[in-house]
């Protein structure tokens, strides 16, 4: 599983009112980040980001190649 990261809010407001979301989701071991802005007059609004990064792909060993044998010197 890879690492990510989540972020929620939510803005209400009486009638003429407004309010502002600024929400920023960051993975703390990558770039990866996701942002949203949201303006909201007399009403309610919510928001959530995330920001993940996938899991990083093992490395499987390469097998080592055989090597060629050169005859013993008992087989000529």
Same mark, same amino acid.
Request: cysteine-free; hydrophobic content about 30%; overall charge positive.
């Given at each position: 599983?890879?690492?990510?990261?989540?972020?929620?809010?939510?803005?209400? =407001?009486? +009638?003429?009112?407004?309010?502002?979301?600024?929400?920023?989701?960051?993975? /703390? =071991? %990558?770039? *990866? %980040? /996701?942002?949203?802005?949201?303006?909201?007059?007399?009403?309610? *609004? /919510?928001?959530?980001? %995330?920001?993940?990064? !996938? $899991?990083? +792909?093992?490395?499987? !060993?390469?097998? !080592?190649? +055989?090597? $060629?044998?050169? !005859? %013993?010197?008992?087989?000529?």
């Amino acid at each position: 599983m890879g690492v990510g990261s989540t972020a929620k809010a939510n803005v209400h =407001t009486k +009638k003429g009112g407004s309010g502002t979301i600024n929400l920023e989701a960051h993975v /703390s =071991t %990558s770039q *990866a %980040s /996701s942002k949203v802005h949201v303006t909201v007059t007399s009403g309610s *609004a /919510s928001a959530q980001v %995330s920001a993940y990064e !996938p $899991p990083r +792909k093992k490395l499987t !060993p390469r097998r !080592p190649k +055989k090597i $060629p044998q050169l !005859p %013993s010197s008992s087989a000529i």
